[in-house]
């Protein structure tokens, strides 16, 4: 599904140049969650941002579902993020002038989708997070914990290829980000979800099959959760965290 290939991404001037990522490579196939971890600097964020399309890369190769985003022009570029990507935010982003039902329809109907369709899909959708109840309601309506499924079904309505998470239990609550999780945990599950999750928590990460670290720019290890239990996985998590050097609490 996902492709990243010896990608390289510099800021700065000619005087001043920052590498904040060296020959990046690895593969994320389709149904797979996966979770990339380091200390701050590290080049985490850059790299979602690159996946995303937010930024460039400046040297290498990012192919989604065999297609090279760098080779599209903006205007499909914009559409081909709605469709194929999904977003899990910390804060939900979701508008407080639109339904639930509007809020999680509102890529398919961007791309001018007919409106019978939009609403038999965030009704199937819905109904698989456990919402169909509250899609008349608006945000302000709402606990935290139905706005986070609420995003959660934003992100898979469209069927997307892709969803990305960028630390999305960072702003959270303990049983607040565990709930999250569980909730990504079905979408990646039950609902076929491929999931790339950027996170510096070692509980978050646990819920992946598999965590890929980076150092400096660099892949430093991965780790593969095979058929372990998510607490063993955890321990071990926090074992390569403790090899990366430095203070663990940093990353953690």
């Known amino acids: 599904m996902l492709q990243v290939t010896n990608i390289e991404k510099y800021y700065g001037s000619r005087n001043q140049v920052t590498k904040a990522l060296d020959r990046v490579s690895f593969r994320v196939e389709d149904g797979e969650f996966l979770?990339?971890?380091?200390?701050?600097?590290?080049g985490k964020t850059t790299l979602l941002n690159c996946i995303s399309t937010i930024d460039t890369v400046s040297a290498g190769e990012i192919l989604l579902d065999g297609v090279s985003m760098a080779d599209l022009p903006e205007k499909e570029l914009a559409r081909f993020r709605r469709e194929r990507l999904g977003f899990v935010f910390q804060d939900y982003n979701l508008l407080d002038t639109l339904t639930v039902e509007e809020n999680i329809g509102l890529a398919l109907s961007l791309n001018h989708t007919d409106p019978g369709a939009v609403r038999a899909k965030v009704e199937e959708t819905a109904g698989k997070l456990g919402i169909a109840d509250i899609l008349g309601k608006f945000p302000y309506q709402i606990s935290g914990g139905q706005k986070q499924r609420t995003a959660c079904a934003r992100a898979?309505?469209?069927?997307?290829?892709?969803?990305?998470?960028?630390?999305?239990?960072?702003?959270?609550?303990?049983r607040a980000s565990k709930n999250l999780l569980e909730i990504m945990s079905i979408m990646n599950r039950d609902m076929g979800a491929t999931i790339l999750m950027v996170t510096h928590d070692a509980y978050s990460a646990s819920y992946a099959g598999r965590v890929l670290f980076l150092k400096d720019g660099r892949v430093f290890n991965e780790l593969f959760r095979g058929e372990r239990e998510r607490s063993v996985f955890y321990h071990e998590i926090l074992d390569v965290l403790a090899a990366l050097g430095g203070d663990v609490s940093d990353v953690i």
């Open 35 to 42: 979770a990339i971890m380091g200390a701050s600097g590290s």
């Open 156 to 174: 898979m309505v469209a069927g997307q290829s892709l969803i990305l998470a960028d630390e999305p239990t960072g702003a959270l609550d303990s």
